[in-house]
T-cell receptor, first 114, second 116 residues
Framework: GENVEQHPSTLSVQEGDSAVIKCTYS??????FPWYKQELGKRPQLIID?????GEKKDQRIAVTLNKTAKHFSLHITETQPEDSAVYFC?????????????FGQGTILTVHP | GAGVSQSPSNKVTEKGKDVELRCDPI?????LYWYRQSLGQGLEFLIY????????KSGLPSDRFSAERTGGSVSTLTIQRTQQEDSAVYLC??????????????FGPGTRLLVL
């Protein structure tokens, strides 16, 4: 089945800096890659996603890049703000025998210091 | 519209007791998922329902865990003879999931279970 590895497990940056979180996946059939943000005590919420037919997608200060050949995708947050502090999860969807199921990474705790 | 809702929001129980956790998915969503999140950990897949198909139970950690989904809507996760290691946040998510095209999963607020 699909395996998703996420790095780093913790990331600390100063306000205004950029933050990058990377994920690798194992199943070359994976075609959908969402990113979720989970604030302390809250539910995970989708912040951005990308499908395998594109290499990059942007939404204001956040962007996701996908390298299908290398089987990795990354979340980029620019001009970080303290409210960006949260746990971020990547996920991958392969379909096939994993129809309907997302495989999540272990999460990255991002701390943005004012 | 209304999002995914779960009840109770918090549950404290004694070791050995049974508990039932409820999930109300977004109306019209055919796929429903249960996850477990232990303190500071990632999302552990438990079970997945899609329409009238047999559920994917591959993530259930033991036979003490079971889930039902009645009428393709509300789902109940039951944990029998609870153990302290069952303490976690149980998250439910739903998705439109049309055909092979994976859709976004929308999460509920979770049920925080504490087994004493």
């Amino acid at each position: 089945g699909e395996n998703v590895e996420q790095h780093p497990s913790t990331l600390s940056v100063q306000e205004g800096d950029s933050a990058v979180i990377k994920c690798t996946y194992s199943d070359s059939a994976s075609n959908y890659f969402p990113w979720y943000k989970q604030e302390l005590g809250k539910r995970p919420q989708l912040i951005i996603d990308i499908r395998s037919n594109v290499g990059e997608k942007k939404d204001q200060r956040i962007a996701v890049t996908l390298n299908k050949t290398a089987k990795h995708f990354s979340l980029h947050i620019t001009e970080t703000q303290p409210e960006d502090s949260a746990v971020y999860f990547c996920a991958a969807y392969a379909g096939g025998t994993s129809y309907g199921k997302l495989t999540f990474g272990q999460g990255t705790i991002l701390t943005v210091h004012p | 519209g209304a999002g995914v809702s779960q009840s109770p929001s918090n549950k404290v129980t004694e070791k050995g007791k049974d508990v039932e956790l409820r999930c109300d998915p977004i109306s019209g969503h055919t796929a429903l998922y249960w996850y477990r999140q232990s303190l500071g950990q990632g999302l552990e897949f438990l079970i997945y329902f899609q329409g009238n198909s047999a559920p994917d139970k591959s993530g259930l950690p033991s036979d003490r865990f079971s889930a039902e989904r009645t009428g393709g809507s509300v789902s109940t996760l039951t944990i029998q003879r609870t153990q302290q290691e069952d303490s976690a946040v149980y998250l439910c998510a739903s998705s439109p999931l049309r055909g092979w095209f994976q859709e976004t999963q929308y999460f509920g607020p979770g049920t925080r279970l504490l087994v004493l």
